[in-house]
């Protein structure tokens, strides 16, 4: 078939696949009935879990894409989206259905991208954070819903002001030189965070995800952590303290990829706002305490942006199938973006994978572990390392790699046990730090006008 011929044809199956979409808006029963559906269209490669209910008794449910749904794979990472945290932003939430029929469509096409995608990611979509606030929203409807009208939980909390803040416990360990990576969480975080909260927090903390968006709207820009400022003395007004990760122009390039993807995004002018590239590290737009996006990157391996995607934070629904064209390259470039940096297996003398092995970056201030069957995998961008691999009881191991643009490196480490065997010092490591003895060194010291993430 002529090169002209396959690019047509390609372009008419897409069209096909747009418009055998359903851009409506859809509620709970509906969201669940969509999620259903596309699983027994693609029983081969779909999976759908509960991580647990919201406070009103909804199922917080995730649709899982992979060719052994249910199975980590070694050395495949496994990537997440989260729509709709906040029940009144609900593109997120018709943008992640769109995609997950979108991706069961286009695998039963046999498109080879997607089937490549799907086969070597594990992919896990969550539609609504946040079930009972949207169905608060969807009852007032697009035409009259209010800014806040729907944006927290049934218990008038905002999700995304309610996870622990290890931000604050960073910043004052970091005088001591103390970590910013696998920070343990306080003794009774769980009396503090709401049930939505606490479920997303054991999920995170029972999958080694790898790569992260959450999905929100009122603004249209892909925002990147830190958010929360060092400095939050003057708290009257909205600060604007750039406050970059140790991973800075990484989350740069990752926020850029989905907006460059986007139709308009990186043109930057958007909703009366302008950021260049369309692109924004989070407190140097305003600040934001106990965010999710920052305990990702704090607490576990995941490197989590969050995507701002509409002005409108309820659009009508003659304005879906715009946006879902608008967004859907990006959603899928984002995706292929966990395959980038080195992976790998860390193992004994004896080819038995060591969980919770240290993977430290000569150079980058924030470490990563190896999952429960010793792989790993770290982002990073095109350029020349020096790794080290380590875990208690073992010698640790230290190589030079250079990581292309196109695919990660393959980079194994095997530890040979240390005879000595004497306890190793740490920043991080896959067993939690024991938080009292952290907290005996460090002390704690004592809006946006449109958006509010």
């Known amino acids: 078939m002529a090169g002209w011929l396959r690019s047509l044809v390609g372009a008419l199956t897409l069209l096909e696949v747009a418009a055998a979409l359903s851009f409506l808006h859809h509620r709970y029963e509906e969201m669940v009935q969509a999620l259903?559906?596309?699983?027994?269209?693609?029983?081969y490669v779909t999976r759908i879990y509960s991580i647990g209910r919201s406070v009103e008794g909804r199922h917080l449910y995730v649709l899982e894409f992979s060719d052994y749904p249910g199975i980590h794979e070694p050395l495949e990472p496994e990537f997440k989206y989260v729509?709709?945290?906040?029940?009144?932003?609900?593109?997120?939430?018709?943008?992640?259905l769109q995609l997950s029929e979108f991706l069961?469509?286009?695998?039963?096409?046999s498109n080879e991208r997607i089937t490549r995608l799907i086969h070597d990611t594990r992919i896990h979509i969550m539609p609504s954070m946040n079930p009972d606030g949207y169905e608060v929203a969807a009852k007032q409807g697009p035409d009259s819903n209010g800014y806040l009208t729907g944006r927290n939980n049934a218990n008038g909390v905002d999700l995304n002001r309610n996870f622990p803040d290890l931000n604050t416990f960073m910043y004052y360990s970091g005088e001591i030189s103390g970590p910013n990576h696998h920070i343990p969480l306080p003794d009774n975080w769980k009396s503090q965070v709401e049930p939505e909260t606490l479920a997303v927090i054991q999920w995170i903390s029972s999958y080694n995800f790898v790569l992260s968006a959450n999905l929100h709207g009122g603004a249209v820009v892909a925002n990147y952590p830190y958010d929360k400022s060092q400095d939050q003395r003057f708290r009257?007004?909205?600060?604007?303290?750039?406050?970059?990760?140790?991973?800075?122009?990484?989350?740069?390039?990752?926020?850029?990829?989905?907006?460059?993807?986007?139709?308009w995004m990186h043109r930057g002018w958007n909703c009366g706002d302008y950021f260049a590239d369309g692109i924004t590290n989070g407190a140097s737009w305003y600040s934001l305490s106990k965010g999710m996006q920052d305990f990702n990157y704090l607490y576990t391996n995941c490197f989590e942006i969050t995507l701002e995607l509409s002005c409108n934070k309820f659009p009508p629904e003659q304005d879906l199938e715009r946006q879902w064209?608008?967004?859907?390259?990006?959603?899928?470039?984002?995706?292929?973006?966990?395959?980038?940096?080195?992976?790998?297996?860390?193992?004994?003398?004896n080819n038995n994978g060591i969980a919770g092995a240290v993977i430290s970056v000569q150079g980058i201030s924030h470490d990563i572990t190896s999952g429960d069957m010793g792989d790993y995998f770290r982002l990073l961008l095109p350029g020349t390392y020096t790794v080290t691999a380590s875990a208690e009881g073992y010698?640790?191991?230290?190589?030079t790699i250079t990581v292309g643009p196109a695919a990660p490196s393959l980079v194994h480490f095997q530890l040979k046990q240390d005879v000595v065997r004497k306890p190793l010092e740490r920043k991080a490591s896959g067993t939690r730090m024991n938080n009292k003895a952290l907290q005996k060194k460090v002390v704690?010291?004592?809006?946006?006008?449109?958006t509010q993430r």
């Open 36 to 43: 259903f559906r596309v699983q027994s269209q693609c029983p």
């Open 83 to 96: 729509g709709n945290m906040h029940g009144n932003e609900v593109l997120g939430r018709e943008l992640l």
């Open 325 to 349: 064209m608008a967004n859907r390259e990006a959603l899928v470039a984002f995706i292929e973006e966990v395959h980038q940096g080195i992976k790998g297996m860390v193992s004994d003398e």
């Open 444 to 450: 704690p010291r004592a809006t946006r006008r449109g």
């Open 236 to 263: 009257s007004h909205r600060r604007t303290v750039n406050t970059p990760t140790p991973d800075d122009k990484l989350f740069q390039k990752l926020a850029k990829t989905y907006s460059y993807a986007h139709s």
């Open 395 to 399: 010698q640790p191991q230290t190589v």
């Open 104 to 109: 069961c469509e286009e695998y039963r096409r």
